[in-house]
């Protein structure tokens, strides 16, 4: 009994401590933004998000996010098949890498995106040279952030692949399967939420990036300033009403994206 | 026809799994690949499914060199010892992959695993996902799913090696069944010598990637090429440090010329069987005794016996 009582307490107490935590760390701060933002009630917060620089704004930010998606899930499902399937040297050295993005500060990639492709590097100058500007425009905007959302796909669909093991990919083989048949029919089915939730999590990456974003853009009002970066210039012009109008909506894409996903997904079988 | 393996060797970095194997796996047989875990059994299995690449030699199959021709090609069926069931698909989605692969037209898919699923005694199971099946059903599952493309050959790896021993019997015995119903030629991997011998018209007994010797059951248990194969067949001991089946063994009390002199160490009884381990001056021998047998003896601890080959049929 003494034993229940105290298993009971201390079950309580992590439950308190846990909850407590997400509490003033994430749940605090979202909820003081979005009642700062509603404070006035949906009409001004509209007509925030809706002026044109706001709206291009957005519509840069959906084009580097979308390219970003694009890229890193058709990387992330082939690097996780690399990675888990096939045995070659420097293998840990690759996944060692795929992890960098998530240690190296996206100012300091953005510096680096910087110094391969500026105005006065040689493959700045070559590819200016053939009508492709990579600095302040959006390609190098979209490099920046495939940089900084690398990981999230691979690491979600890594383990998972891991975990199925090949024999399911072999028996359909044996049933006449071409590779492409085997991967449509077997492999895709066995590890779409693990890439669904990658594929979030990249997107709610690409839409919050700022920092690398900041370097390489150039923050062009109108032309390269994504939904961040105008969120960033607003609050600094003392145009808090925007700031938190276009920061709500950004938000409420990625959480929404979220909620939709495990939604939708199953209860797990085993 | 069957499967003719030739000259195959198989190295994984320096561990050399097929040494120069040689294997004929006759037509319409069902032949047991049978040995110690690690031995290469597998390995064979999968290089001749084409899952694994041989270094050097040929896979013939049903008179095809097939060395070169990816599983998809092969024409084969195989079962996987955890029955790599497609977890997403139903029972019958499984069972019919490899005919929608194929594109057969749908009334056909249908019927051809109506029947399958009948002939594996699941056909009420047909909209169950894999998670809802017993390990006995997932296995025979795999089975009809290998069998439905109509295969040259059946491969099983250890197809009974993940369920427990009551199922296992039960599947074996129905396994015999159906081999004698669709006669595809069929080889299996186990490493359990009575379920080679329960099942197998062929046994080809494999160790550290050779093969020690191919035969019938009989042929295997009553004239072993060499000790392995004698003692990884059925019980042994040694007279006078010759390896013989206990079985083989007669007691005479008193002891007589011709018999090897000891003293019973101990009598130990086992239902129907009788253990009875006699003490020699090469040491302690064993023999199997009927209860009758052992009875009329009236052998107890200490007594002087002698221990001889008795005369059996086959020698």
């Not at chain 1, 917060?45 to 706001?54: E, F, L, N």
């Not at chain 1, 420097?90 to 391969?116: E, N, Q, T, W």
Request: zero cysteines; a neutral charge; hydrophobic letters at 50%.
């Amino acid at each position: 009994m003494a034993d229940g009582r105290r298993t009971t307490a201390s079950r309580l107490g992590l439950r308190v401590v846990a909850l407590a935590y997400v509490g003033i760390i994430l749940l605090l701060p979202v909820g003081l933004l979005f009642w700062r933002t509603f404070a006035h009630g949906i009409g001004p917060v509209w007509d925030q998000i809706t002026t044109p620089s706001a709206a291009h704004a957005f519509r840069v930010t959906g084009i580097v996010a979308f390219w970003t998606v694009l890229g890193n899930t058709i990387f992330g499902l082939g690097t996780a098949i690399l990675l888990v399937r096939h045995r070659f040297p420097g293998k840990r050295l690759l996944s060692a890498f795929v992890d960098m993005p998530l240690a190296v500060s996206p100012v300091v990639v953005g510096l680096a995106l910087i110094l391969v492709y500026g105005p006065k590097t040689w493959t700045g100058s070559w590819l200016a040279d053939h009508g492709i500007e990579v600095i302040f425009s959006i390609p190098g905007m979209v490099i920046a952030t495939i940089f900084v959302s690398l990981p999230f796909v691979v690491r979600e669909v890594a383990p998972v692949l891991e975990e199925i093991g090949d024999e399911q990919e072999q028996a359909a083989w044996t049933l006449g399967a071409s590779k492409l048949q085997t991967f449509r029919r077997v492999t895709l089915p066995a590890i779409r939420w693990a890439l669904g939730y990658g594929v979030v999590l990249t997107l709610a990456r690409a839409l919050g990036e700022y920092g690398a974003v900041a370097v390489v853009s150039g923050n062009v009002i109108d032309k390269t300033q994504t939904a961040t970066l105008y969120v960033s210039a607003a609050y600094q012009n003392f145009d808090t009403k925007g700031a938190y109008a276009v920061a709500f909506a950004l938000a409420a894409v990625a959480i929404l994206a979220l909620v939709v996903l495990n939604l939708v997904r199953p209860e797990e079988r085993t | 026809m069957g499967i003719s393996v030739r000259n195959v060797t198989k190295r994984f970095g320096s561990f050399v799994a097929l040494d120069d194997v040689s294997v004929e796996i006759p037509s319409g047989s069902l032949t047991a690949l049978l040995g110690p875990s690690g031995g290469g059994k597998t390995t064979l299995l999968r290089v001749i499914a084409g899952l694994e690449t041989p270094d050097a030699g040929v896979v013939d199959i049903a008179g095809t060199d097939s060395t070169q021709l990816p599983p998809q090609h092969r024409n084969i069926g195989f079962v996987f010892q955890h029955y790599a069931a497609f977890k997403h698909m139903t029972v019958f989605k499984n069972v019919a992959f490899g005919l929608s692969i194929r594109k057969r037209p749908k009334a056909e898919i249908r019927k051809r695993v109506t029947e399958l699923l009948e002939l594996v005694h699941i056909e009420h199971l047909a909209d169950r996902y894999p998670s809802e099946l017993s390990g006995g059903q997932r296995q025979r599952m795999a089975l009809a799913r290998a069998l439905a493309v109509e295969p040259e050959v059946l491969l099983l790896d250890e197809p009974f090696g993940a369920l427990d021993a009551q199922v296992r019997k039960e599947l074996r015995t129905w396994l015999r069944r159906l081999h004698d119903e669709v006669h595809v030629t069929t080889a299996f991997v186990t490493h359990d010598q009575e379920e080679a011998m329960d099942v197998a018209d062929v046994i080809v007994v494999i160790a550290n990637g050779r093969v020690e010797q191919t035969g019938t059951p009989d042929q295997l248990y009553d004239t072993p090429a060499n000790d392995f194969v004698m003692s990884f067949l059925g019980p042994v001991t040694r007279l006078q440090g010759r390896p013989v089946r206990p079985h083989d063994l007669e007691i005479v009390a008193p002891p007589t010329n011709g018999a090897v002199p000891g003293h019973v160490a101990r009598v130990v009884r086992l239902g129907f069987e009788v253990r009875v381990d006699v003490a020699t001056d090469d040491g302690e021998v064993w023999v199997q005794l009927t209860r009758a047998d052992a009875d009329r003896l009236a052998l107890v601890a200490g007594a002087p016996v002698g221990v001889r080959v008795a005369s059996s049929p086959y020698k």
